[in-house]
């Protein structure tokens, strides 16, 4: 197999993000630094020595240090190692999301995510999808024909994708449910799913959300909030929704400037993490943070690019689903944060504050990158939804090479 150079636009998309992502923490997290270093201090001051105005900053710079590493070796890592060894990542991945869910490290009052390790958190979660997008693509390269069938098809990539959502789905954490029901399905689309069976799946999801909505409270509050926000839920369950509106529409056009947000003061909950984007619209304003949403339009467009032209099923469905993971996780929270869809807790990729979604994220665009080295210039759609024709021969030389 011959390889060729990186997608240098895909690279230079995320560097991007991720440096503004840490110019926009420095800005938005001077207040919950202050409030993490010095709770007890009655009017603190940056001035003081016992209060680090940049220990969001600190902790994201190391992160990113060792995400940008991540990045690096999974860039060159061959992804015959992610086929070989995707059975392993599905098991301990689910392994970890039943230790969460039985005992992990309560973080909140509503959901248990991390597990505590040499006084850092880790959140199985982040990874799970990843874990996800190597097993579907490994599953789904072997069913073959197979995936357009009801018994052999369509009931196994239910059990496979509900064995991992499920834990995902009780912490609770919906938010990561939908990323992951999303990423599977886009997968499974473009394998060779019939459209009745996904019609069919839709359906179940439409009643397993009835069914959630109506009996957990927690979930029935936010949704409520987002279908009926008046007076008498602003100081409750409407109240992040409320906050992040007033960031982005106090923003204008051009923004009041980088440090002079009002919102991210203790009125906007999770400013550096969830609502990073509503906090930066406040800071910047909507003709700057436009370019956001066209940097993620980018990373959607380069990675299906990539997807189109990949050397064998395996890259072409893992290239898919890492693409769709951080396209469907990105604009999901900027819906959120911009009142479109209920609060879900997502963290916007490549930009929020949080170690497990930052290093998750850049490892698989790392194995993104990878795989462009990989790409075939001169096949465009070969492997393509119901294409199937001389895969097997093409994937027999694929595997020599």
């Not at 392994?95 to 248990?112: D, R």
């Not at 394998?191 to 009835?210: E, P």
Request: aromatic share 14%.
């Amino acid at each position: 197999m011959r390889k060729l150079q990186a997608d240098n636009i895909l690279l230079l998309t995320v560097l991007a993000l991720l440096v503004f992502g840490l110019v926009m923490i420095t800005s938005i997290g001077v207040p919950k630094s202050i409030q993490l270093t010095a709770p007890d201090i009655l009017y603190p001051n940056c001035s003081d020595s016992a209060v680090d105005c940049y220990y969001l900053f600190k902790n994201h710079l190391v992160r990113l240090l060792i995400g940008l590493i991540a990045l690096l070796i999974a860039s060159k890592i061959s992804h015959r190692f992610w086929r070989k060894t995707a059975v392993f990542w599905y098991g301990a991945t689910v392994v970890l999301l039943l230790v969460v869910l039985f005992a992990g490290s309560q973080f909140t009052t509503f959901a248990k995510s991390w597990i505590v390790l040499f006084n850092t958190s880790l959140q199985p979660s982040e990874f799970a999808k990843l874990a996800l997008i190597f097993y579907l693509a490994h599953w789904l390269e072997r069913k073959n024909q197979d995936i357009g069938t009801f018994q052999f098809g369509f009931v196994p990539f239910c059990i496979v994708t509900g064995i991992l959502a499920l834990p995902i789905l009780l912490q609770p954490d919906l938010g990561s449910t939908l990323v992951v029901g999303g990423t599977a399905v886009a997968m499974y689309f473009v394998a060779g799913a019939k459209f009745r069976h996904l019609a069919l799946g839709a359906f179940i999801a439409f009643v397993a959300a009835l069914l959630i909505i109506g009996n957990v409270s927690r979930v029935n509050d936010r949704f409520q909030a987002f279908m009926n926000q008046d007076e008498n839920c602003r100081e409750d369950y409407c109240w992040q929704t409320e906050q992040a509106n007033i960031a982005v529409g106090t923003g204008g056009f051009w923004g009041k400037g980088l440090t002079q947000g009002v919102q991210k003061s203790y009125w906007l909950p999770q400013a550096s993490d969830d609502f990073i984007f509503a906090a930066s619209a406040e800071e910047l304003g909507f003709i700057r943070i436009i370019f956001v949403l066209i940097a993620y339009g980018v990373i959607g467009w380069r990675g299906f690019m990539i997807a189109i032209h990949a050397p064998d099923k395996f890259t072409m469905l893992t290239a898919t689903g890492i693409t769709s993971w951080i396209t469907l996780q990105a604009f999901m929270n900027i819906a959120i944060n911009i009142g479109l869809i209920p609060v879900t807790g997502l963290t916007l990729p490549f930009v929020s504050y949080g170690g497990s979604s930052l290093v998750a994220t850049l490892i698989g665009a790392g194995v993104l990158i990878h795989i462009s080295k990989y790409a075939k210039a001169n096949a465009p759609g070969t492997y393509r939804r119901g294409n199937r024709r001389s895969y097997s021969s093409q994937y027999s030389s694929y595997s020599r090479a």
